[in-house]
């Protein structure tokens, strides 16, 4: 059972442009949905993250979309660099304290940006 | 501050044989967690260990195990190799804080290769 749904499985935008990765979660116990941009490579590493009491979380050029009602959420890249292509995972997890490390991720996003 | 060091980097195994992969977290962190990571399936959990306690398991047959030293280092162990335990296996450490939701920091992981 597939957990946290990613699409899209790959994704090539122009450099500039906004890329989009959007998630869907079946568990409503979920309650920490962190995302994470892994180069070849290397390890994950932690992009941005957000709880479900906020709709929306910006850093810079990224951003977390939430829609708690839908079980949905989304990463928002603005201004897309080269630099950023990557892939990008999204993950879930449920319970606070020690409950949290036990991170579900979708399938990753491979997102190419062009020159 | 260096960080989550995994050793080896490569491995290559035959099946039936055994491996055992070292983890260090980052200095200060406690809690340790493992993942395998496939092309099929991804990034799935294995288990996660704080103080020397296994607090967190996946779905993840008995033929892998794992432990935790009092410095906090880690080891997982994977008996009676098979072809489909080739994977990209990574370590995240965490430095656990009451109430909070603990950013995980993956190492680059250890390559296995299963013959």
């Known amino acids: 059972q597939q957990q946290v749904k990613q699409s899209p499985q790959s994704l090539i935008v122009q450099k500039g442009g906004i890329s989009i990765i959007n998630c869907a979660y079946e568990?409503?116990?979920?309650?920490?949905f962190p995302w994470y941009q892994q180069f070849p490579g290397k390890g994950p590493a932690l992009l941005i993250a957000i709880r479900p009491d906020v709709s929306e979380k910006k850093e810079g050029r990224f951003t977390i979309s939430f829609n708690k009602s839908a079980k949905q959420f989304s990463l928002h890249i603005m201004d897309s660099q080269p630099g950023d292509s990557a892939t990008y995972f999204c993950a879930a997890s449920k319970g606070g304290g020690g409950s949290n490390y036990k991170l579900t991720f979708g399938k990753g996003t491979l997102l190419t940006v062009n020159p | 501050k260096a960080g989550v060091t995994q050793t080896p980097r490569y491995l290559i195994k035959t099946r039936g044989q055994q491996v055992t992969l070292s983890c260090s977290p980052i200095?200060?962190?406690?809690?340790v967690s493992w993942y395998q990571q496939t092309p099929g399936q991804g990034l799935q959990f294995l288990f996660e260990?704080?103080?020397?306690?296994?607090?967190n398991k996946g779905n993840f047959p008995g033929r892998f195990s794992g432990r935790q030293f009092s410095n906090s280092r880690s080891e997982m162990n994977v008996s009676t190799l098979e072809l489909g335990d080739s994977a990209l296996y990574l370590c995240?450490?965490?430095?656990?804080?009451?109430?909070?939701?603990?950013?995980?920091?993956f190492g680059p992981g250890t390559r296995l290769t299963v013959l």
């Open positions: 200095s200060g962190h406690r809690s």
């Open positions: 568990n409503t116990a979920f309650d920490y």
């Open positions: 995240a450490s965490s430095f656990p804080l009451a109430g909070e939701v603990d950013t995980q920091y």
């Open positions: 260990y704080f103080s020397e306690t296994q607090r």
